[in-house]
């Protein structure tokens, strides 16, 4: 069975800050991540996903997450917050013909 | 169209009462997956269709969900007898592909918030 951890419900940085969100999952087979962003109101929009390719996959409005197998890891970081950056992030993991599982969830507050 | 479409976006409904939550993928998607999201929880999955075929019906917690989508197209979630539990928001997602290829692109709705009350 898959499964996704975040560490941490709630991240809190001020802007310019480095944004740095943990996700780890449980995989039995190699998995295919996603981070996905939902802002108030709104539906999961896509930011990255690491599919087998390189480690290091960059997504939109500057984020990246790295893939490191040895760490069972997939955390999203990004150089310098913005303000827009507020919003709730979502890890998930998917392989073989499994349904999307995701994590809890966290959110990101920017402090002017 | 241009992203999944739900309809409605905010229903509340009298407990006992009957929901009819409606998805209009990306046209041209063969599959499509409903979602359940609880108030500050992740979402949890529901149910997963290839073309008109309910492939996996998993994650549907009780007897009184109901999906279908008869043409291949649009879906409908049905839920019957509503309890103050089914409150949540309820999101549709639809992807290309068939299931096998993992890697894909899943693209979400907006979502139907529903309250039971």
């Known amino acids: 069975a898959q499964s996704v951890t975040q560490l941490g419900s709630h991240v809190s940085v001020s802007e310019g800050a480095l944004v740095l969100l943990r996700c780890n999952y449980s995989s039995s087979v190699p998995p295919y991540l996603f981070w996905y962003v939902q802002y108030p109101n709104q539906g999961l929009q896509l930011l990255l996903k690491y599919t087998s390719a390189a480690t290091l996959v960059k997504g939109i409005n500057g984020f990246e997450a790295e893939f490191k197998k040895s760490e069972t890891s997939f955390h999203l970081t990004k150089p310098s917050a913005h303000m827009s950056d507020a919003a709730e992030y979502f890890c998930?993991?998917?392989?073989?013909?499994?349904?999307?599982?995701f994590g809890k969830g966290t959110r990101l507050s920017v402090i002017a | 169209g241009a992203g999944v479409s739900q309809s409605p976006r905010y229903k509340v409904a009298k407990r006992g009462q009957d929901v009819a939550l409606r998805c209009d993928p990306i046209s041209g998607h063969v599959s499509l997956f409903w979602y359940q999201q609880a108030l500050g929880q992740g979402p949890e999955f529901l149910t997963y269709?290839?073309?008109?075929?309910?492939?996996?019906k998993s994650g549907l917690p009780s007897d009184r969900f109901f999906a279908e989508r008869p043409e291949g197209s649009v879906s409908t979630l049905k839920i019957q007898r509503t309890q103050q539990e089914d409150s949540a928001v309820y999101l549709c997602?639809?992807?290309?592909?068939?299931?096998?290829?993992?890697?894909?692109?899943?693209?979400f709705g907006e979502g139907s918030w529903l309250t039971v009350v």
């Open positions: 269709f290839q073309n008109e075929a309910q492939l996996d």
């Open positions: 997602a639809s992807s290309f592909r068939g299931g096998t290829v993992s890697g894909n692109t899943i693209y």
């Open positions: 998930a993991v998917r392989s073989g013909n499994t349904p999307l599982v």
